[in-house]
Nanobody
Framework: QVQLVESGGGLVQAGGSLRLSCTAS????????MGWFRQAPGKEREFVAQ????????YYADSVKGRFTISRDTAKRTVYLQMNSLKPEDTAVYFC???????????????WGPGTQVTVSS
């Protein structure tokens, strides 16, 4: 059974930083693209960032490009999201997700964590 567990959320002032972590179990972590998504109150879930199976390719939403960095540690089965220069509009529940198709295939996010709350005060 695949399990993804996020941590690192919290309350931070605008301009501050947070690092989210997501630890995976029940899957061959090194084989799959991993992603971060977020959902603000009253809004649909949106893509934030993804990193491919071998860390060679990363992609970001325009809204976070230059401020957020996604990375992964295969030995720790963990994917990270370093968030700098946070803005109040970054306030959301952040979800970690894993693709269910391996390696270079177009990712299909079938596995999700429960989410972690990030609140940025102005």
């Amino acid at each position: 059974q695949v399990q993804l567990v996020e941590s690192g959320g919290g309350l931070v002032q605008a301009g501050g930083s947070l690092r989210l972590s997501c630890t995976a179990s029940g899957l061959s972590f090194s084989s799959y693209t991993m992603g971060w998504f977020r959902q603000a109150p009253g809004k649909e879930r949106e893509f934030v960032a993804q990193i491919n199976w071998n860390s060679r390719d990363t992609y970001y939403a325009d809204s976070v490009k230059g401020r957020f960095t996604i990375s992964r540690d295969t030995a720790k089965r963990t994917v990270y999201l370093q968030m700098n220069s946070l803005k109040p509009e970054d306030t959301a529940v952040y979800f970690c997700a894993s693709s269910s198709v391996p390696f270079g295939a177009r990712p299909k996010y079938d596995y999700w964590g429960p989410g972690t709350q990030v609140t940025v005060s102005s």
